[in-house]
C-alpha cells in the first residue's frame, strides 16, 4: 500500500498497489471541490427551501462520484468489475451487501450505500474515513455555527457549556475503538453490545447501579448528534433507518431505574426549622463565622423566596423594591465550564439565554426584615457593592463554589439525606405555597417554569386529590 499525493491539493489518497488511474485521480479532485463548498460558510446554515435543495442536490452529486471512483478502482488485474452481490449470513438470515478486495478481504454491508462507502475509503478516497470520531467533531462544528460561536463570538455562556458538555460526555463514553470505527459498520447489534459492555464498566465498584436518566441522556445525546449528522449528509443510512431498534428498556436491568417520589427530594418543615436555627446561631458569633454571614442571609431568602442558587448569587440590590414588596428576578450567575469564569447572565434558566423581562416574587415581611439587616452590615463595614450578597471585598459570592457547599456542609452535619438549593424550592412549593392556596399557574410563575413543571416534580400535597375530590362530591349531592 503506497500514499500519493494528488496534484493541486493537499489530501494524500491510498490505492492498492499500482498508481491511481488518471480519470479517478479527476474523480477524486471533483469530489474534494464538491466536499469544500458543501462545508464552507456558504452552505454551514439551512436557511432557505432553496438551501435545503442545493444541499441534497449536492450530496446526491458527492454520492454519484464516489459511487463512479470506486467503479473505476474496484477491478481485477484484466479490468474487469469486481462482484458485488447479496447474501444471507448467520442465524438470523440477516442479507448484506458483500464483495472481495484485492488482497482478498472480505467487506460487507447491511445496504449497497454502505459497501460502497467502505469500498471508497478502502481504495484510498476519505483520508480519515467515515469514522465516528471524525463525524462527531464535523456535527459539532456544525453545531457551533448554528448556534453562533466563530473565532470573533463565543455565544452565549448557556450555549458554550452545552458544547463543552458535549464534548465531555464524548470522552466519558465513547471509547477509542468506537471513535475509529467506520459508522458504516455501527450497526444496532453492535452498539447494543457496546452500551451493555459500557454500563458494566461503569457500574464496577459501584455499590448502587448508575442512574438510568442521567446516563441514557448524556450518551444517547452524542449517538444522536453524530446519526442526525450522518443521516443529514446520506452516510450510515442502514442504522438510521433502524435506530429505533436500539430502545432504553434493552438496558432497563443494568440501571437504578428507582425513581424518588417529590416530599423525597424536598427539605421537609422540620429540618428547614433545624437549618433555620443552625443559621441564626452562627450569624450571633462574629468571631467564628464573620460579623456578616453571607451565606446564612442566602439561605433565609431562598426558603422565602424560592429562588434559585443562580439567581441569588446574580441579585442586584436594584432587584429589591421595598416599596412594591417584590423581588424582581431576571439574572443568573454562570460558570463557563471550559475557563472555570463566572458571568452575569440577564436571563434566567427557564428563559434559555433570551431575556424574557423574568420574573418577580414576593418580597415577604420577614425576607424584608433580613435583607434591611444585611445591608446595615454591608455599610458597616464599609462594603459597597451592586451585588445583594457579597463576600468582605464586595465581589459577588459564587453560587457553586461558596453558597451551595455552605448548604451541602451544613445538612451533611445533621445528617440529612438532601443538601441542595433545590430542595429549598420544592420546600417553599408544597409547604408554602400550596398550602397558602396558590394556584399552580402562579406558584410557577412565582418559581420560574411551566405548570406542568410544577405539577410533577415540585407538588406533593395534592395527592390527596381522590380523597378530597370524593368529599366535595358527597357535599355537592346532600346539598
Known sequence: MKQLKVQKNKIRYKAYKGRVPADALKILGQIEKLEIAAKSNLFGDIIEDDDVVLRDTMNNRLRTLKIKYVKKMHVTADGEPRKICQKNYGEDGETYWITYTPDRKRMKSATEQGLYDKLFTYYGGDADG????????????????????????????SVQNTITRYY????????????????????????????????NHLNEGRSTKIRKKAFLNNYKGILNTVFDYAEENDICVNFVRNRNKFKDSDFASLFDSSKKIANEKAYSPEEIDILDQEVERRMHEPTKYGPCYTNGYMFKLAKLSGMRAAELSSLKKTDIDF???????????????????????????????NSQGGRYVPLLPEAEKYLRELFERQKELGIDSEWVF????????????QYIQFLRRMSRHFHLNITNNHAIRMYFNSYVLIPAGIVVTDRARILGHSPEVNLNNYSFEDREYCKKAGEKIISFFAS
Open 130 to 157: 467515515l469514522t465516528f470520531g471524525k463525524l462527531f467533531k464535523e456535527a459539532m462544528e456544525q453545531k457551533k455555527r448554528m448556534k453562533g460561536i466563530t473565532n470573533n463570538s463565543p455565544g452565549s455562556a
Open 168 to 199: 465531555q460526555d464524548y470522552e466519558r463514553y465513547i471509547t477509542p475503538e468506537l471513535a475509529k470505527k467506520n459508522i458504516t459498520e455501527i450497526t444496532p447489534r453492535f452498539l447494543k453490545e457496546y452500551t451493555i459492555n459500557m454500563i
Open 323 to 353: 416599596e412594591t414588596k417584590q423581588i424582581h428576578v431576571h439574572s443568573q450567575q454562570l460558570k463557563i465550564k471550559e475557563t472555570m469564569t463566572y458571568i452575569y447572565a440577564n436571563y434566567t434558566k427557564n428563559e434559555r439565554g
Open 390 to 401: 457579597t463576600d468582605e471585598k464586595g465581589d459577588w459570592v459564587k453560587n457553586d463554589s
